[in-house]
């Protein structure tokens, strides 16, 4: 595959880079962590520099960047082990607005995801419904103009400090239909929310949300609120999409980090690095990486392709790679770092929790081996 930065291109990359160095720092990642989740002050600084702005169009405020800019962003976020809510709020809170968000809804929430004043989550997994964006038993039932939601959804990332929920809900149908599914725009402090909110193992925050007769109005619906799995489903490939590319960044930075170690840890009077079987590994290491970073390019140039079913592919069998690439990588690192890398002060074992984490969000390795199959079974 010819995959080129253009000039604008490696500019962002320089400067999301050098923001990340200058002023994300491990040992604040780590309060940040036990307290409030994320640091608002690096969200600002995110804000400053136009990042969050990045896939809006010029005429909703934002700079009309594509795929290969998110993927730079979210490159640089893995790297960095980034715990603000880059993902829920831009890219999949954002996707919903852009692609079928109504004029007075795109106005009512862009500039406020563009300046930093508000953030998003998306509520859409429950009890069972394992990675089948279908499965759906959260209900949303007419009242008047407006609806009225009840449900259960957990493990909402960054559900506990949203300020507006995105949540899928079955507006008619039974529980697996693909038909009579809609997205609906809630405010986090709307009355019958209760939120039970805890961290996960990677560091973000997660929240488990119930809903007991929520009401909306009516321009709470994104698109069409019978038959929104279409919209969902890119979104969330969208997601996928921009995830693998975050996987890449931590895996180089594991990669990194973890030959360095082989050149300074010493055993038996000499480096680690000197011996040759953790070369080996070193160098197979490489190889996983790079085949990761072929198929996240590959899903990034297909993600803005009209047709649903060769993005679906394409972004499947990225994240195929991606999640194997991942746990490969992170086993190695952690073994060739020995007993330290297990240690909460060792920053490995941390980028080994968050690709664990991306590897099971939106469908594990299995999940999306078995969507490339039946894929390829019905051409």
Not at 104 to 119: F, L, M, N
Not at 144 to 153: H, L, M, N, P, R
Not at 294 to 316: G, K, L, Q
């Amino acid at each position: 595959m010819e995959f080129e930065l253009s000039e604008e291109q490696r500019l962002l990359k320089e400067s999301v880079d050098g923001l990340l160095t200058e002023a994300y720092d491990f040992e604040q990642r780590k309060k940040y962590m036990k307290k409030a989740s994320w640091s608002k002050a690096i969200w600002g600084h995110l804000a400053a520099q136009g990042l969050l702005g990045l896939p809006f169009v010029e005429s909703d405020g934002g700079f009309g960047a594509g795929a290969v800019e998110i993927m730079i962003v979210m490159e640089a976020f893995g790297r960095a082990l980034v715990l603000e809510p880059y993902l829920a709020t831009v890219v999949i809170g954002g996707g919903f607005l852009r692609h079928g968000g109504s004029t007075g809804q795109k106005t009512g929430h862009i500039p406020s995801i563009i300046d930093g004043s508000k953030t998003f989550a998306f509520a859409q997994l429950e009890k069972n419904s394992r990675y089948d964006l279908h499965d759906v038993t959260t209900s949303a039932k007419r009242k008047g103009k407006g609806w009225v939601i009840d449900g259960e959804k957990f493990v909402v990332i960054n559900g506990e400090n949203a300020d507006t929920l995105v949540v899928t809900a079955r507006t008619n149908g039974e529980r697996r239909d693909r038909s009579g599914i809609g997205v609906f725009l809630v405010p986090a402090d709307a009355k019958g929310i209760f939120k039970n909110a805890y961290p996960v193992q990677d560091g973000l925050h997660a929240a488990d949300l119930t809903f007991t007769g929520v009401e909306v109005g009516p321009d709470a619906a994104v698109g069409d609120p019978e038959n929104a799995l279409p919209l969902i489903e890119r979104v969330v490939d969208e997601a996928r999409t921009a995830l693998c590319a975050e996987a890449v960044g931590a895996m180089d930075e594991s990669l990194k980090t973890t030959v360095e170690y082989l050149k300074t840890r010493k055993q038996f009077g000499v480096t680690i690095g000197s011996f040759q079987s953790l070369q080996h590994r070193a160098a197979n290491m490489l190889v996983a990486l790079e085949q990761a970073r072929s198929m996240s390019m590959f899903a990034t140039m297909a993600i803005e392709s009209e047709d649903p079913a060769e993005r679906a592919n394409a972004v499947a069998a990225a994240k195929v790679q991606i999640s194997r690439s991942g746990k490969f990588i992170g086993q190695q690192s952690i073994q060739l770092h020995g007993g330290i890398g297990m240690t909460m002060e060792a920053k490995i074992g941390h980028y080994f929790k968050r690709l664990t984490m991306i590897e099971n969000t939106f469908g594990d390795a299995e999940y999306h081996l078995r969507r490339v199959s039946e894929s390829d079974a019905l051409i």
